[in-house]
């Protein structure tokens, strides 16, 4: 069964230092992957994704993810935290059942951005 | 373009009470529906999804239930609430059949507090 493995549900950095939020997974089939984040009290905003072709993703607000298949990995990381950057960030996976796709997520990591 | 509302954006409800919380999608036919709930560090728990009207799949047995009564529309009840209902409950949308490009697109979610 496909599932996926947030390590670490709080990080703090320091606003300049690099972010890296780590994600493995587990997935029986080619996997498409994805990270989300999410500000207080709203839905999930999709940051970027990973489906077939360039292991290197970049998405939005300068985050990048690279897809590593020997490492079951999808860590997210940008070069310079921001203030803004202060969120909950999701990875997950998508599976395929009967035709029918289901989405999993891991637990989310907050990520906090010290002055 | 496509938007998906939800709504009640918050409820509270006492225990023992009925819930019904909606979702529509517009722009789009035919899409794939979910419900996930979110409770404090546990991540997205994936309740029910449904690729067709009339067509739902429930994830986890639980005091909810689901109903798709028009193609865009996709609702959440129960009959009598527990306090264990209490979270945050977001519905989330994706491209259906070759045209799906992978990701979830989610609204704004719901809050529910169950006293």
């Known amino acids: 069964a496909q599932s996926v493995t947030q390590l670490g549900s709080h990080v703090s950095v320091s606003e300049g230092a690099l972010v890296l939020l780590r994600c493995n997974y587990s997935?029986?089939?080619?996997?498409?992957l994805f990270w989300y984040v999410q500000y207080p009290n709203q839905g999930l905003q999709l940051l970027l994704k990973?489906?077939?072709?360039?292991?290197l993703v970049k998405g939005i607000n300068g985050f990048e993810a690279e897809f590593k298949k020997s490492e079951t990995s999808f860590h997210l990381t940008k070069p310079s935290a921001h203030m803004s950057d202060a969120a909950e960030y999701f990875c997950?996976?998508?599976?395929?059942?009967?035709?029918?796709?289901?989405?999993?997520f891991g637990t989310g990591t907050r990520l906090k951005v010290l002055a | 373009s496509q938007t998906i509302h939800q709504w009640p954006a918050t409820l509270v409800q006492p225990v023992g009470s009925p819930l019904s919380l909606e979702c529509t999608v517009e722009?789009?036919?035919?899409?794939?529906l979910y419900w996930y709930r979110q409770a404090a560090g546990r991540g997205l728990q994936l309740l029910f999804y449904?690729?067709?009207?009339?067509?739902i799949s429930s994830e986890v047995p639980q005091n909810l239930s689901a109903s798709r009564p028009q193609d865009r529309q996709f609702i959440l009840s129960s009959k009598k609430l527990l306090l264990s209902d209490s979270g945050f409950y977001l519905c989330?949308?994706?491209?259906?059949?070759?045209?799906?490009?992978?990701?979830?697109?989610f609204g704004e979610g719901s809050r529910l507090t169950v006293l």
């Open positions: 990973y489906t077939t072709g360039a292991t």
């Open positions: 997950a996976v998508r599976t395929s059942t009967s035709g029918t796709y289901k989405y999993i």
């Open positions: 449904s690729v067709g009207i009339g067509q």
């Open positions: 997935s029986s089939v080619p996997p498409y």
């Open positions: 722009g789009t036919s035919n899409p794939n």
């Open positions: 989330a949308w994706s491209i259906s059949g070759l045209a799906n490009t992978g990701e979830l697109f």
